[in-house]
């Protein structure tokens, strides 16, 4: 099955700083997805970008299907963009399946 | 905004117990999910549901159930609890397969 692979699994920030995270997978996807996972566990969907750029915020990111990687840029860090980002990408085999990267979990710090 | 509501969140029960695991949302979303997440291994599918009284096999069914009575509410069963279900159980709802995943806020699951 597609493997996905996040880096770094975890990283600290001073509070303003900018950051950027990876998203690599072993093939072909039509479906990728960034969520963040607050430390109250709430999962939330930052976007769904099977390809291209999209921005909201102070967040975007830019996935490059044909090279097999989505990145997730944070712009001027909060201290509430702490917890944990994943990405997960459909598999191929069975359509309704997201297969979750293990995540990067993020720190910022005031 | 897509609102997916799990009706506990935390919940305590002893070993042998049925617990059932509701979950609602109100967005008319055709797909309902339900995910368990573990530490070390992540979110992994444990059911899935297209459609009202339509259910299929995620990675890890072995030990659960589900029921989908109507399109907005989707029910996760443990028909016998065990210490090894306790873990963070994730609802989730999306309108077509391969778009957008909205998740619930989680229900921790204790067994003893």
């Known amino acids: 099955g597609i493997q996905v692979e996040q880096s770094p699994p975890d990283l600290i920030l001073q509070e303003g700083a900018n950051s950027t995270l990876r998203c690599n997978f072993s093939?072909?996807?039509?479906?990728l997805q960034w969520f963040h996972q607050n430390p109250w566990g709430q999962l939330i969907n930052l976007f769904y970008?099977?390809?291209g750029t999209k921005q909201n915020g102070r967040l975007s990111a830019t996935t490059v299907a044909t090279e097999r990687y989505s990145l997730l840029y944070i712009s001027s860090s909060q201290t509430t963009d702490s917890g944990v980002y994943f990405c997960?990408?459909?598999?191929?085999?069975?359509?309704?399946?997201?297969?979750f990267g293990s995540g990067t979990r993020l720190l910022v710090r005031p | 905004d897509v609102k997916v509501t799990q009706s506990s969140r935390y919940l305590v029960k002893r070993t042998g117990e049925k617990v059932f695991l509701e979950c609602v949302q109100d967005?008319?979303?055709?797909?309902m999910f339900w995910y368990r997440q573990d530490p070390g291994l992540g979110l992994r599918l444990i059911y899935f549901?297209?459609?009202?009284?339509?259910?299929e096999k995620g990675d890890i069914p072995e030990g659960y159930s589900v029921s989908r009575e109507k399109k907005e509410r989707f029910s996760l069963i443990l028909e016998s609890a065990s210490t090894n279900q306790t873990s963070m159980y994730l609802c989730?709802?999306?309108?077509?397969?391969?778009?957008?995943?909205?998740f619930g806020s989680g229900t921790q699951l204790s067994v003893l």
């Open positions: 989730a709802s999306s309108f077509q397969l391969t778009e957008k995943l909205f």
């Open positions: 093939d072909s996807v039509n479906n």
């Open positions: 970008i099977p390809s």
């Open positions: 997960a990408v459909e598999d191929w085999d069975s359509s309704y399946k997201l297969i």
């Open positions: 967005m008319d979303h055709e797909n």
């Open positions: 549901s297209y459609d009202v009284k339509m259910k």
